[in-house]
């Protein structure tokens, strides 16, 4: 496991905001101090620093008027802005996770997102977009052709083509996502075996594996915590929808 320094923990604090102003610059649509990912890429947006009025400013300019977006780590809105959903989450890093390659484990493309779409559909690990793939590196096992099992990271910055927790890469961190297995072929730890191979790419790059769940899914944590990770902070996620006007945002 790579021994992140104080600096690079604290990019963890504000994980999207992170990503889109590093490795997944390429992808970021962006006004000063506030960022989103494409919406067919990844449901979420970020501000620098959330207690900064004009980074949410910049985010009602990036996002216009009565726009709804995601956003972490945010405890609360200024005025003139709505919070119409949300939820808590926990945020895991890999301390002593046993990270190995899979034989099994073939790595999946654009050409795999309708099966990977239907597994998500029915197992509902968080959200799975259209070109989320183009993110990082996706591993599957099939049966008999269909796939029974998806692991994924935000890893390099891809070549973007001209929702939920997880999806990020920042600098010296790759987060794990998108962790599922068919419901008929749950108990076999295919889910574990995938995590494992996705850390071992990531190691090799000499960089820190770490994940998001739901707070309420103990089940899931439980099961991070047993295969290595370790809770390292709770987060809030808020839908928020930004005030009507363009003269909202002057305001701000």
């Avoid at 067919?40 to 949410?56: G, I, K, M, Q, S």
Wanted: aromatic content about 6%.
């Amino acid at each position: 496991m790579v021994h992140q320094t104080a600096l690079g923990t604290r990019l963890l604090d504000n994980p999207v905001w992170a990503a889109l102003d590093g490795p997944h610059a390429g992808f970021a649509e962006r006004a000063g101090r506030a960022a989103r990912y494409p919406a067919d890429v990844y449901a979420f947006a970020a501000l620098a620093d959330p207690a900064d009025p004009a980074a949410w400013a910049d985010l009602h300019r990036l996002l216009g008027p009565a726009t709804t977006a995601r956003v972490k780590g945010v405890d609360g809105v200024p005025a003139g802005w709505d919070v119409v959903g949300g939820g808590q989450g926990v945020q895991l890093v890999d301390t002593h996770l046993r990270a190995e390659p899979d034989p099994e484990a073939v790595r999946l493309g654009p050409d795999d997102v309708p099966d990977i779409l239907d597994l998500v559909a029915r197992t509902r690990p968080g959200p799975f977009l259209a070109r989320t793939v183009h993110l990082g590196t996706y591993l599957g096992i099939r049966h008999r052709g269909r796939l029974i099992a998806l692991a994924g990271e935000r890893s390099e910055m891809g070549v973007p083509p001209a929702e939920g927790w997880g999806r990020l890469h920042l600098p010296g961190w790759t987060e794990i996502s998108a962790v599922c297995t068919d419901p008929a072929h749950r108990g076999r730890g295919l889910g574990t075996r995938l995590v494992r191979a996705v850390a071992a790419g990531i190691r090799e790059r000499g960089e820190t594996p770490f994940l998001h769940a739901a707070a309420h899914n103990t089940t899931a944590i439980r099961l991070y915590e047993s295969l290595g990770f370790t809770l390292r902070r709770r987060t809030t996620i808020l839908q928020v929808r930004t005030p009507g006007t363009d003269a909202g945002a002057r305001a701000l």
